[in-house]
């Protein structure tokens, strides 16, 4: 078993040479942008939180498992009219999750959640590093190195800008990334950006929506992420794939769930 976990290390060392400098190009972006066009557009008209759109049987589902601390989470497809959005040279990775904390509130979630000088030790090791760039109101631009690791480890630096709003019982903050760039030889002397959009294509961009309503004596969270990767090349599927695809989903699962934890404390 040693060995062959070995072997698997040192094939995916390879791949991950021989798939370096991939570009970015422009049909790829906007196939994202007219993706996140779409999202943003249902997210205006749909209940506030996902849930409420789901058959009763479902809904219920849901609803008994976050009230039991656990985590909901879901793949998202999101269309124009009937038909998927074909994304040349890349693949667009979009999840949905929900939790619920009792006792919880608005003002204690807004905090964690803008608190973004601090998010390098609430989301470690996740988040490596970070740092608020500005803020005018409710909307702030900040920076975070991302450390994500599936047989191979990648680092990115990335920079946010987050737009929050405020009702009486529900607030949400819509995060769009302004710049994304793989690092190379990352903690060391020879560390280096990788010129953006011509590198090896874990993330190019990345979305996140985030919804919060107090109801039944707590707080429900929603979070939905939409992430752009490069596509998976044929023969490198088994090595490759399980990175681009997975990470997404475990990122989103540990930022709810550590989000959750952080506020059970504070409530």
């Not at 999202?39 to 498992?65: D, K, N």
């Not at 040279?89 to 973004?116: C, E, N, R, S």
């Not at 979070?223 to 599927?237: A, D, H, K, M, V």
Request: glycine share 8%; aromatic share 8%; charged share 25%.
């Amino acid at each position: 078993m040693t060995c062959r976990w070995a072997f698997v290390v040192l094939l995916a060392l390879a791949a991950s040479a021989t798939l370096s400098a991939v570009e970015l190009r422009t049909p790829t972006v906007a196939a994202f942008d007219r993706y996140v066009r779409a999202t943003e557009a249902q997210l205006r008209m749909e209940p506030f939180l996902r849930v409420g759109s789901l058959p009763p049987a479902r809904r219920a589902e849901v609803l008994a498992l976050v009230n039991r601390g656990e985590l909901s989470i879901d793949v998202v497809k999101t269309l124009e009219g009937d038909r998927e959005i074909d994304v040349p040279g890349g693949m667009i990775h979009h999840w949905v999750g929900t939790v619920f904390v009792p006792g919880a509130t608005i003002d204690q979630a807004l905090k964690l959640l803008q608190d973004y000088d601090h998010h390098e030790r609430i989301y470690s090791p996740s988040i490596a590093k970070s740092k608020l760039l500005s803020r005018n109101g409710d909307r702030f631009r900040f920076f975070l190195r991302y450390a994500m690791t599936k047989v191979i480890t990648v680092v990115v630096n990335s920079e946010h800008e987050a737009n929050f709003t405020r009702g009486a019982d529900r607030a949400e903050g819509w995060i769009h990334s302004t710049r994304i760039a793989e690092v190379e030889n990352p903690n060391t002397p020879g560390e280096r950006e990788k010129p953006v959009g011509n590198d090896d294509g874990y993330m190019w961009r990345l979305n996140t929506y985030w919804r919060l309503l107090a109801r039944d004596g707590g707080l429900y969270i929603q979070c939905e992420s939409i992430s752009l990767t490069r596509g998976i090349p044929t023969g490198f599927g088994w090595i490759i794939g399980p990175f681009v695809t997975s990470i997404p989903k475990e990122s989103l699962t540990f930022t709810l769930e550590t989000t959750r934890k952080q506020l059970v404390r504070a409530s």
